[in-house]
Antibody
């Protein structure tokens, strides 16, 4: 059983940077799994942000790609998301999720964190 | 506006069967695997079906998935009140190079 736990500020100012981490237990961040971020705006559907593989391979939603960066801390078994130049439209519940393979091959997010609400407001 | 189209809501009585449709196009459902997720109120989505028709360990066989052309279907038999949730389909869109989801379907068990 893989457990994921998101953490980070719940409030970010417009034009600032949203930074979240996802702590992983039950699997190594350096395993064959792919690590994803998905968000859900209040009352809305799901939006894929991007995926990260531990050797550095990444894929991002083209609409967010210019603002997104991923990183990994192997010593702490966690991965992170940075989303810069945020606006109110980035207000959402952010989930980290694991996948057995790249979403480009077979999108199936097997384990999810509980999610963390990030509000963009001054 | 979601890339994949789902009915906003479906309903059925306990013990009955319900199907939820997910309509796409050749660049997404028509060319790629489909997955389905259940989201109970206030919780994270849970994987129900992957690779179009496969169930993860622990998911009862009351849940099934299928695909025909550019549409996919989630079937749920023996409905229980605990099945009341939002259900989402997802796939890869080869043309846009991103994972896409449906807008979600709210299942009510009457």
């Amino acid at each position: 059983q893989v457990l994921l736990q998101e953490s980070g500020p719940g409030l970010v100012k417009p034009s600032g940077t949203l930074s979240l981490t996802c702590a992983v237990s039950g699997a190594s961040i350096s395993s064959s799994k792919w690590w994803n971020w998905v968000r859900q705006s209040p009352g809305k559907g799901l939006e894929w942000i991007g995926e990260f593989y531990h050797i550095g391979t990444t894929n991002s939603n083209p609409s967010l790609k210019s603002r997104v960066t991923f990183s990994v801390d192997r010593s702490k078994n966690l991965f992170s998301l940075n989303l810069k130049s945020v606006t109110a439209a980035d207000t959402a519940v952010y989930y980290c999720a694991s996948a057995l393979t790249s979403v480009a091959l077979a999108p199936s997010f097997e384990y999810w964190g509980q999610g963390t609400l990030v509000t963009v407001s001054s | 506006q979601s890339v994949l189209t789902q009915p906003p809501s479906v309903s059925a009585a306990p013990g009955q069967k319900v199907t939820i449709s997910c309509s796409g196009n050749p660049s997404n459902i028509g060319h790629n695997y489909v997955s389905w997720y259940q989201q109970l109120p206030g919780t994270a989505p849970k994987l129900l079906i992957y690779e179009t028709d496969r169930r993860p360990s622990g998911i009862p066989d009351r849940f099934s998935g299928s695909k025909s052309g550019t549409s996919a279907t989630l079937g749920i038999t023996g409905l229980q009140t605990g099945d009341e949730a939002d259900y989402y389909c997802g796939t890869w869109d080869t043309l846009s190079a991103l994972a896409v989801f449906g807008g979600g379907t709210k299942l009510t068990v009457l």
